[in-house]
């Protein structure tokens, strides 16, 4: 079965600093992969996705994203996080190839930024 | 463009009553899903509509329903409500099915409903 693992619920980071948020998928096939944002009180918004070629792929907001077919990862980065990038953060799953929408989501890390 | 409208945005029921939420998709969408938000469960599928068809089923008691209209607009409901049905509901829209390079989900704001 389909399975999206996000190992971090929480992560303070200093604005400032880095960021890199991990992500783990499992999936029999090659899967199409999605991070979304969500601000409190909000929506989903989509930051980025992998659907095929090259495996880093750029996003909005200054984020990126590198798909590791070995390693069944798709872990979101940016080089310097700003106060407002204080959300909680999702990896998503959806189905390769198939006539459906769903998504299969990870449980979500939550990220607070330091002044 | 507008975006995905949800509405009501917040709602209180009491036990055993009936919810009815609505979704606008953002224009020429034909696609509509509709996920549950909850602290323990976190996002799950519920279904989803195509061309007033649900096409697919999430693993949710027969207690909640959905329908798609022609215009694409899309309703769901809540029957007997109980104290874990409290979330956040979010709709989202794609102009088809299947994943491709345009075709993505687009969330609404979503509907908080709390059950007391």
């Known amino acids: 079965a389909q399975s999206v693992t996000q190992p971090d619920i929480h992560i303070t980071v200093s604005e400032g600093a880095s960021l890199e948020l991990r992500c783990n998928y499992s999936y029999g096939a090659t899967p199409y992969l999605f991070w979304y944002v969500q601000s409190p009180g909000q929506g989903l918004q989509l930051l980025l996705k992998?659907?095929?070629?090259?495996?880093l792929v750029q996003g909005i907001k200054g984020f990126e994203a590198e798909f590791k077919r070995s390693q069944s990862s798709f872990n979101l980065r940016k080089p310097s996080v700003h106060w407002s990038d204080a959300a909680e953060y999702f990896c998503a799953v959806g189905n390769y190839g198939g006539a459906t929408n769903k998504l299969i989501f990870g449980t979500g890390t939550l990220l607070a930024v330091q002044p | 463009k507008a975006g995905v409208t949800q509405t009501p945005r917040y709602l209180i029921k009491t036990r055993g009553q009936q919810v009815t939420l609505s979704c606008s998709p953002i224009?020429?969408?034909?696609?509509v899903s509709w996920y549950q938000q909850t602290p323990g469960q976190g996002l799950q599928f519920l279904f989803e509509y195509f061309s007033e068809t649900q096409r697919n089923k999430g693993n949710f008691p027969g207690r909640f329903s959905g329908r798609q209209f022609s215009n694409s607009r899309s309703e769901m409901n809540v029957s007997t409500l109980e104290l874990g049905d409290s979330a956040l509901y979010l709709c989202?829209?794609?102009?088809?099915?299947?994943?491709?390079?345009?075709?993505?989900?687009?969330f609404g704001a979503g509907s908080r409903l709390t059950v007391l």
């Open positions: 224009s020429g969408h034909r696609s």
């Open positions: 992998y659907f095929s070629g090259d495996t």
């Open positions: 989202a829209s794609s102009l088809s099915q299947g994943y491709s390079g345009a075709n993505v989900l687009t």
